[in-house]
């Protein structure tokens, strides 16, 4: 076979050019046109309710002050003689900023108003597609001021002509990835969390990433930065310099204190970063063309569950009927799952200002959790919606709701009680604290499913109705539902308070003082847990159609 000449391999190699010349025109050809449709698509949120159109306005004359302060600040550091403290601040601030471009629509999800979906009946080929979303995601508050701070970033690099066009090519870079990022992770959310429960478990996960954040904050707060500052973030500079997400900012940063190997490995990494995206967008959007929205899958269930447990008596009943509504309705499980958040909180925030010394914070836990779970059940009723009317036309006596409410939470507080007093005692020290424990959060639990057994037929507030996200809010709720809350959680306290004073003395003052925190916890339990279940059952006997009554408005 004849070799080709250099005439036949030019036609070649420019035959090939023009075909990527006319390919890339063809991709960015509907650019302007996404464009236009994402600014009617902002135009359109000011054409809503006044006070919708006020919140808009407020949120972008924050994001323009916020742009402001930062390019004042980036334009600042240009003359500033330390190099080596700017480069450090750029890098960690630049990093956090795309890792949120990547995170927040993941864990809280967002809107899409460009889901590729919207646009599968128009015939759009997928690389112009995937370019016009990617481009039209641009116009947004959020990348607006990304975009003009990561320029201002040529400003404070700006010490000699090319590193200026290195911090620009960079600035391009960190945009676009954080752009995309924020791309991928919006159409991966939207197409992932179409489920209500997917949508209900990202809730949940993202409020615990939230809180089980809170003690870095803090940490970081009680940090001396006149002192230590500059040298922690410089260590967490060096680290971040080499990740995805810090790469691209970490270029001109490296080069202009001399790393300039280092920066051409970091501009490779922030490359190999904004392709790997690309070829994830356009993959989801390839994906998502084809594939319809997802719907929930229904389980299946075998046998009676609970109803096979529990005794066959109307109270079993209704403690079968509780137990299966613990288990599988997100709105109980939620509340569940923050129960061991909120003693995580307080101790953190103890620890940081040095509040409690020595061991004895290993006391507060368990009785922090008993409080809310025996307080979890004070609007019991109002979960049930309208199906509170099987128990009332079915002649359900007071008595049987009262106690079979309180199984599921039985069933929760007595193991608890077991195993968080047993941890206590270990990590404190001294076994005989043990009979104060079981003391207080006997008194706490007991007394909170009494009240509730009052609070929830008495004044039972509307709550999220069964189905709906246990994060949404009812809007007939008003100061009834605070005062109830209010009053339930200082009622369990006040009850509880010889218990909690009795251990206390026990602790500070004479070991003999535990036993008398026992007994003041037992028999202060049982008589609120008695006269509650007493108390509510004949409430429940008297008020059984306005408690159906109140469910029907509230749906």
Known sequence: MKAPDGRQAAASARTLGLTAAKTMREAFADVPRFLRLKLALLGGAFRRSPWQVVGLVIASLYGIGMMALLVGGLVAARFVPDVTSVRSIVIVVGAAVTTGFLLLPLVFGVDDTLDPRKFALFGIPTDRLAVGLAAGSILSVPAIV???CALA?????????????????????????????????????????????????????????????????????????????????????????????????????????????????????????????????RALVAHMLVTPSRSGEVKTYAGLGWFSVMPATPWGAVAARSLSYWGRDARYWVSLVMIPVIPIIILTAFAVVHAIPGTYPALLPLPIMVLFLGWAAHNDVAYDGTAIWLH???????????????????????????????????????????????GVTVCELFVGL????????????????????????????????AVVQGFSLVVIIVLSAPAIVFGVLGVFVDPAWFVSSLWAGLVVGALALVGGVVGGAAIFNRRGPQMLDAAVKAA
């Open 146 to 148: 990304l975009a003009v």
């Open 153 to 281: 970033t040529v400003v404070t690099w700006s010490h000699g002509f090319w590193l200026a066009v290195l911090a620009l090519i960079s600035a391009v870079l960190a945009t676009a990835t954080s752009v995309l990022a924020a791309r991928v992770a919006t159409a991966a959310a939207g197409f992932l969390l179409d489920t209500r429960r997917a949508r209900e478990l990202t809730g949940v996960v993202g409020v615990l990433l939230v809180v089980l954040i809170s003690p870095l904050v803090l940490s970081l707060s009680n940090v001396d930065w006149g002192a230590r500052g500059f040298s922690i973030m410089t260590v967490l500079a060096d680290i971040l310099r080499w990740s995805p997400m810090g790469a691209a900012w970490a270029v001109p940063a490296d080069t202009a204190v001399g790393r300039g190997g280092a920066a051409a490995l970091e501009l490779l990494i922030a490359i190999a970063m904004l392709a790997a995206l690309w070829l994830a967008w």
């Open 392 to 438: 009332v036309v079915a002649g359900t006596t007071g008595l049987a709701d009262r106690i079979g409410r309180l199984v599921p939470l039985l069933f929760i507080g007595i193991p608890l009680i077991v195993v968080g007093t047993a941890v206590s005692v270990y990590f404190y020290g001294d076994a005989h604290v043990a009979l104060a424990l079981v």
């Open 450 to 481: 009494g009240l509730s057994s009052v609070t929830s037929t008495l004044t039972p507030y509307p709550v999220p109705k069964p189905g709906d996200s246990p994060f949404a809010q009812p809007q007939s709720v008003g100061a009834a539902a």
